[in-house]
């Protein structure tokens, strides 16, 4: 299947699908969406969207034959429901939408699986164990099952219906022949035969005998093969819901309102919402208030964090005719910006189609079992019809015929099948939720055990994300501790997270600190002020030369922003601040590189800064300065070099690349996009928690792929036994059991993980 994107262009129609049930849905609406004439179409199932695109018949010979135009958006509409679903065209920017109704489909399976379950259970247990059957236990039964496989079971009918009605079958096929066969078949027992006689208990027979068909009853084997696959679908359910949620993740990072001027002379300003704002308005960003688009300062300085859009650890200074962008929060000082980009045109809206055409593609992955089903439901049905006219056409009697017949279906009812991955993501997940690692389903797992390089953002992830004083350098007859000190008050006086990194040094070290009088906040170069009849200055000279410069290029050599300190005019020395390494994260490293994963540092800073971090950590391979639409290139160009790639992150700008990876893994500590774009999200810890990720991924796949094993080998194994004639249905009924109980008891072997 190719990569489907969620963000429609001039020469594209995007869909919203309804209806669908799994990975053979999305492909039968593919072919239907592909057999019109100048069409490409890619359906992406976990999202529920088609992308429409023209069909480019020229590309293969290379004529210029111009773009052919798409059918009416209708037309493909109507398309999609002459396959059996449902669609509708999609309205850019209605996330919200999609997200409601996601919301309200898991919440109906999950009233769906709620009601079954207990109507079910008591169902089980008295067809199981013959001492609780009591008089009339049946009826009571029979009254049970039927909300369930009638209400309960409705997905399974409608979908199965719908396939058939179009010429195909899927696993929804055998689910509703299944539970319609063990329901129709008990029914007629119960009024037919004698299985409704008043003080009937069940009977264990391994074999159909000739006198055995209408004596027993079934209900255990539809409302249970009901419930079971209502969990699974709900599950999966659940994980879809998590597909599309990064875009509204980035979109709610934005600005609700802005305060526009709206005159000069006096100045007046009002509050407009953010849609409202155009073109060359020119709006007021206090301290503390995030830009609201991209734009030019016209008015004021400050310092502005952008470490959620470019990774950057220190604050960018601006002043009057810089660059700002929107969603970067302004950390001190009155701005006034003039508005250059609005809407879909800003950075913060290109990287949400960023992350939602990365996410597109990689969730195109289907499922095992319904890859299979095109295969294993048609040999199902016509091993159960050969089974029935094969004991006919030997002299068995039409109840033993029929009940080996049901048998076949009620064996190959794929309740392990649909039990196997839930099960293992239910165990994998409850244990990584321990050890504070979310991961988001099937498709991760796959992805994680292949991978083979682990791409690793810097700030927040490999480093703490916060400043620290690294060196204090006296040069003059200052002592290290008076240095420190002058500099500290100053610096009282600025929010600069660099300015609250020297503050913290210096309380650190229990140092009383004096007022500073006339204090001066220097935009790009840091602050003065008098402190003890003395004019102190600290931060950054371009101009520095002879020993300031010597300190400014060692300092920069060692990965560490130099902060200079004079004292009227005389230099005293230096401060180093850096944003320190966590404290796992070398070990981390290590821990990587023993499991065979080659680690790539990734980030938007500076490259001194990058190398030394790198080499405090053990990572050979860095990759700095980069943009964050760079950093998804940095993984799709790994990827294309034959690399299965991890991205570790905690930023917005992390989001495209965790969205591109074969396996995101956000830190906990991070933005909320950035945990909605990847695939595992670990809640505390450090770095060293994402290897374990890694490694619980891996345990979780393992599992997972031998209850499909099992799951499938089950049938394979026993539907031979049941057609000839060697189990009878209440026994395939427990053998299936029986395997689903296996299959829960291998995953619950993840809950010892560790």
Same mark, same amino acid.
């Given at each position: 299947?190719?990569?489907?994107?969620?963000?429609?262009?001039?020469?594209?129609?995007?869909?919203?699908?309804?209806?669908?049930?799994?990975?053979?849905?999305?492909?039968?609406?593919?072919?239907?969406?592909?057999?019109?004439?100048?069409?490409?179409?890619?359906?992406?199932?976990?999202?529920?969207?088609?992308?429409?695109?023209?069909?480019?018949?020229?590309?293969?010979?290379?004529?210029?034959?111009?773009?052919?135009?798409?059918?009416?958006?209708?037309?493909?509409?109507?398309?999609?429901?002459?396959?059996?679903?449902?669609?509708?065209?999609?309205?850019?920017?209605?996330?919200?939408?999609?997200?409601?109704?996601?919301?309200?489909?898991?919440?109906?399976?999950?009233?769906?699986?709620?009601?079954?379950?207990?109507?079910?259970?008591?169902?089980?247990?008295?067809?199981?164990?013959?001492?609780?059957?009591?008089?009339?236990?049946?009826?009571?039964?029979?009254?049970?099952?039927?909300?369930?496989?009638?209400?309960?079971?409705?997905?399974?009918?409608?979908?199965?219906?719908?396939?058939?009605?179009?010429?195909?079958?899927?696993?929804?096929?055998?689910?509703?022949?299944?539970?319609?066969?063990?329901?129709?078949?008990?029914?007629?027992?119960?009024?037919?035969?004698?299985?409704?006689?008043?003080?009937?208990?069940?009977?264990?027979?391994?074999?159909?005998?000739?006198?055995?068909?209408?004596?027993?009853?079934?209900?255990?084997?539809?409302?249970?093969?009901?419930?079971?696959?209502?969990?699974?679908?709900?599950?999966?359910?659940?994980?879809?819901?998590?597909?599309?949620?990064?875009?509204?993740?980035?979109?709610?990072?934005?600005?609700?309102?802005?305060?526009?001027?709206?005159?000069?002379?006096?100045?007046?300003?009002?509050?407009?919402?953010?849609?409202?704002?155009?073109?060359?308005?020119?709006?007021?960003?206090?301290?503390?208030?995030?830009?609201?688009?991209?734009?030019?300062?016209?008015?004021?300085?400050?310092?502005?964090?952008?470490? +959620?859009? !470019?990774?950057?650890?220190?604050?960018?200074?601006? #002043?009057? @005719? &810089?660059?700002? =962008?929107? $969603?970067? %929060?302004?950390?001190?000082?009155?701005?006034?910006?003039?508005?250059?980009?609005?809407?879909?045109?800003?950075?913060?809206?290109?990287?949400?189609?960023?992350?939602?055409?990365?996410?597109?593609?990689?969730?195109?992955?289907?499922?095992?079992?319904?890859?299979?089903?095109?295969?294993?439901?048609?040999?199902?049905?016509?091993?159960? +019809?050969? !089974?029935?006219?094969?004991?006919?056409?030997?002299? #068995?009697? @039409? &109840?033993?015929? =029929?009940? $080996?017949? %049901?048998?076949?279906?009620?064996?190959?009812?794929?309740?392990?099948?649909?039990?196997?991955?839930?099960?293992?993501?239910?165990?994998?997940?409850?244990?990584?939720?321990?050890?504070?690692?979310?991961?988001?389903?099937?498709?991760?797992?796959?992805?994680?055990?292949?991978?083979?390089?682990?791409?690793?953002?810097?700030?927040?992830? +490999?480093?703490?994300?916060?400043?620290?004083?690294?060196?204090?350098?006296?040069?003059?007859?200052?002592?290290?501790?008076?240095?420190?000190?002058?500099?500290?008050?100053?610096?009282?006086?600025?929010?600069?997270?660099?300015?609250?990194?020297?503050?913290?040094?210096?309380?650190?070290?229990?140092?009383?600190?004096?007022?500073?009088?006339?204090?001066?906040?220097?935009?790009?170069?840091?602050?003065?002020?008098?402190?003890?009849?003395?004019?102190?200055?600290?931060?950054?000279?371009?101009?520095?030369?002879?020993?300031?410069?010597?300190?400014?290029?060692?300092?920069?050599?060692?990965?560490?922003?130099?902060?200079?300190?004079?004292?009227?005019?005389?230099?005293?020395?230096?401060?180093?601040?850096?944003?320190?390494?966590?404290?796992?994260?070398?070990?981390?490293?290590?821990?990587?590189?023993?499991?065979?994963?080659?680690?790539?540092?990734?980030?938007?800073?500076?490259?001194?800064?990058?190398?030394?971090?790198?080499?405090?950590?053990?990572?050979?391979?860095?990759?700095?300065?980069?943009?964050?639409?760079?950093?998804?290139?940095?993984?799709?160009?790994?990827?294309?070099?034959?690399?299965?790639?991890?991205?570790?992150?905690?930023?917005?700008?992390?989001?495209?690349?965790?969205?591109?990876?074969?396996?995101?893994?956000?830190?906990?500590?991070?933005?909320?996009?950035?945990?909605?774009?990847?695939?595992?999200?670990?809640?505390?810890?450090?770095?060293?928690?994402?290897?374990?990720?890694?490694?619980?991924?891996?345990?979780?796949?393992?599992?997972?792929?031998?209850?499909?094993?099992?799951?499938?080998?089950?049938?394979?194994?026993?539907?031979?036994?049941?057609?000839?004639?060697?189990?009878?249905?209440?026994?395939?009924?427990?053998?299936?059991?029986?395997?689903?109980?296996?299959?829960?008891?291998?995953?619950?072997?993840?809950?010892?993980?560790?």
């Amino acid at each position: 299947m190719t990569d489907a994107s969620t963000n429609p262009t001039a020469d594209e129609v995007v869909l919203d699908l309804e209806g669908m049930t799994c990975a053979s849905c999305a492909n039968r609406i593919e072919r239907k969406l592909n057999k019109l004439p100048g069409v490409d179409a890619a359906v992406n199932y976990a999202l529920a969207q088609a992308v429409v695109r023209p069909k480019q018949a020229g590309a293969a010979s290379g004529a210029d034959v111009g773009t052919p135009s798409l059918p009416d958006a209708q037309q493909l509409v109507e398309t999609v429901r002459a396959a059996g679903y449902d669609a509708q065209v999609h309205e850019v920017g209605a996330v919200d939408d999609g997200a409601d109704a996601e919301a309200h489909a898991a919440r109906t399976l999950l009233v769906r699986l709620v009601v079954c379950a207990v109507l079910t259970a008591p169902v089980i247990v008295t067809a199981m164990i013959p001492s609780t059957q009591f008089a009339g236990w049946q009826w009571v039964s029979m009254a049970l099952t039927l909300p369930v496989v009638t209400w309960g079971a409705w997905p399974f009918h409608r979908a199965a219906w719908r396939g058939l009605r179009h010429g195909s079958t899927s696993m929804d096929t055998l689910v509703s022949l299944g539970i319609t066969a063990a329901m129709l078949w008990s029914l007629v027992a119960m009024f037919v035969g004698h299985a409704g006689h008043i003080g009937m208990t069940h009977t264990f027979e391994w074999r159909p005998t000739p006198q055995s068909g209408l004596g027993n009853i079934y209900f255990e084997v539809a409302a249970g093969v009901t419930t079971f696959l209502l969990l699974g679908r709900f599950l999966e359910a659940r994980a879809k819901r998590r597909a599309g949620s990064a875009l509204r993740e980035l979109l709610a990072l934005g600005a609700r309102d802005v305060e526009v001027i709206v005159a000069e002379s006096p100045r007046e300003t009002q509050r407009i919402p953010i849609d409202r704002l155009r073109h060359g308005h020119r709006f007021v960003v206090r301290p503390g208030e995030r830009i609201a688009t991209d734009g030019i300062v016209r008015e004021g300085h400050s310092a502005i964090d952008a470490a +959620v859009l !470019t990774g950057e650890s220190v604050p960018v200074d601006v #002043a009057e @005719g &810089d660059d700002v =962008i929107g $969603a970067t %929060v302004n950390t001190h000082g009155m701005l006034v910006v003039e508005a250059t980009r609005i809407g879909r045109e800003t950075q913060l809206a290109k990287m949400g189609e960023m992350v939602a055409q990365a996410q597109a593609g990689k969730a195109a992955a289907q499922r095992l079992a319904d890859r299979v089903s095109s295969v294993f439901v048609p040999i199902v049905l016509a091993l159960s +019809v050969v !089974t029935l006219v094969a004991w006919l056409l030997i002299g #068995a009697t @039409g &109840d033993m015929a =029929i009940t $080996a017949a %049901v048998a076949v279906l009620i064996i190959a009812c794929p309740c392990a099948l649909g039990l196997a991955v839930p099960t293992a993501i239910l165990a994998g997940t409850g244990r990584g939720s321990t050890m504070g690692i979310l991961l988001s389903g099937p498709e991760a797992l796959e992805r994680a055990r292949s991978i083979t390089t682990v791409v690793l953002d810097k700030t927040g992830t +490999v480093t703490s994300g916060e400043m620290h004083v690294r060196q204090v350098i006296a040069v003059a007859d200052a002592s290290e501790n008076e240095l420190l000190t002058l500099a500290a008050a100053v610096e009282q006086g600025s929010e600069h997270p660099i300015a609250r990194a020297i503050v913290h040094a210096a309380r650190e070290r229990r140092l009383d600190l004096a007022q500073p009088e006339g204090f001066q906040n220097l935009p790009g170069h840091g602050a003065r002020a008098s402190v003890s009849g003395h004019e102190i200055r600290v931060g950054r000279d371009a101009a520095a030369d002879g020993l300031a410069a010597e300190l400014t290029a060692r300092l920069a050599q060692q990965g560490e922003t130099p902060v200079l300190v004079w004292r009227d005019d005389a230099l005293l020395g230096a401060i180093s601040v850096a944003d320190q390494v966590a404290p796992d994260s070398a070990e981390a490293i290590s821990q990587m590189r023993a499991l065979g994963l080659q680690p790539v540092l990734c980030t938007g800073d500076h490259e001194l800064v990058a190398q030394a971090v790198a080499a405090e950590v053990g990572v050979d391979r860095v990759i700095a300065g980069v943009l964050p639409e760079q950093k998804a290139e940095v993984v799709r160009q790994l990827q294309a070099d034959g690399n299965r790639v991890a991205m570790v992150g905690d930023g917005v700008n992390d989001a495209p690349a965790l969205a591109t990876a074969d396996l995101g893994i956000a830190m906990g500590g991070g933005t909320d996009a950035a945990a909605a774009a990847s695939d595992i999200t670990l809640v505390r810890g450090g770095l060293r928690t994402a290897v374990d990720a890694i490694r619980l991924s891996r345990a979780v796949n393992r599992i997972l792929r031998q209850n499909l094993f099992w799951a499938f080998a089950y049938n394979v194994l026993a539907l031979p036994l049941a057609a000839f004639g060697l189990l009878s249905p209440m026994i395939a009924g427990i053998a299936m059991a029986f395997s689903s109980v296996l299959v829960v008891t291998n995953s619950l072997r993840l809950v010892r993980f560790k």
